[in-house]
């Protein structure tokens, strides 16, 4: 399971409205995949569908779909949102990262 911060619900919920998405319908996907400067980076984009083989969540009012394959990588992971002075975006604290980029965007087991 994914948790959610109430910053980072505040600006999904506004991202999502701004792209025509509707918070109380559709989904957040969040994934993994290869790359990045750790060995794997997050993906994070809004969906309208689920496939048959997500996972589906909701915490604090957002609704998560992650497909089968990210969901071990991910589980007790908190989606945050930070705007301070170091950087503004989504941030993923995650328990099952061993090493973290700088940049917060990557990790490795």
């Known amino acids: 399971m994914i948790k959610v911060s ?3 619900k505040k600006k999904v919920v506004e991202l999502m409205a701004d792209d025509g998405y509707n918070a109380a319908t559709d989904y957040v996907r969040v994934g993994v995949k290869s790359g990045g400067c750790s ?7 809004f969906d309208k569908e689920q496939h048959e083989d997500d996972k589906v969540f909701e915490d604090n009012g957002v609704k998560i779909i992650i497909d089968k394959k990210s969901f071990l990588y991910l589980i007790g992971t908190t989606l945050e949102y930070s705007g301070g002075l170091n950087g503004t975006g ?4 995650n328990p099952n990262a061993n090493r973290t980029c700088g940049c917060g965007e990557s990790f490795s087991l």
């Open 39 to 45: 060995g794997l980076s997050y993906d994070l984009k």
């Open 90 to 93: 989504f941030v993923f604290n």
């Open 6 to 8: 109430e910053t980072a």
